[in-house]
Nanobody, 122 residues
Framework: QVQLVESGGGLVQPGGSLRLSCAAS????????MGWYRQAPGKQRELVAT???????NYAGSVKGRFTISRDNAKNTVYLQMNSLKPEDTAVYYC????????????????WGQGTQVTVSS
């Protein structure tokens, strides 16, 4: 019904940059909050950043000042610009979206992407 497809992950050296994208498609009426989470090996999934439909953002302390979340509501797409990357940023990054579908527009449903690997290493 709704699919989230991420792109932009890869291998980058410490201090480098990457930009992740996540496009939502399907029977979408509207999207409320969108966000990025990450999960490193042996660790729990953690919040990276979120953004409301109006553009209000929230960041984990560990990425504040280095990462920027943004969205294009016309394209149902959320982005994560990651600068000054550190080895501890290595993880699988997942996007999510709270979607109001055409079938049930009154209740948002959270959908997740499949994840994209980000590896920061020299």
């Amino acid at each position: 019904q709704v699919q989230l497809v991420e792109s932009g992950g890869g291998l980058v050296q410490p201090g480098g940059s990457l930009r992740l994208s996540c496009a939502a498609s399907g029977i979408i009426f509207s999207i409320d909050d969108m966000g990025w989470y990450r999960q490193a090996p042996g660790k729990q999934r953690e919040l990276v950043a979120t953004i409301t439909s109006g553009g209000t953002t929230n960041y984990a302390g560990s990425v504040k000042g280095r990462f920027t979340i943004s969205r294009d509501n016309a394209k149902n797409t959320v982005y994560l610009q990651m600068n000054s990357l550190k080895p501890e940023d290595t993880a699988v990054y997942y996007c999510n979206a709270d979607v109001r579908t055409l079938v049930v527009p009154t209740t948002p449903i959270r959908y997740w992407g499949q994840g994209t690997q980000v590896t920061v290493s020299s």
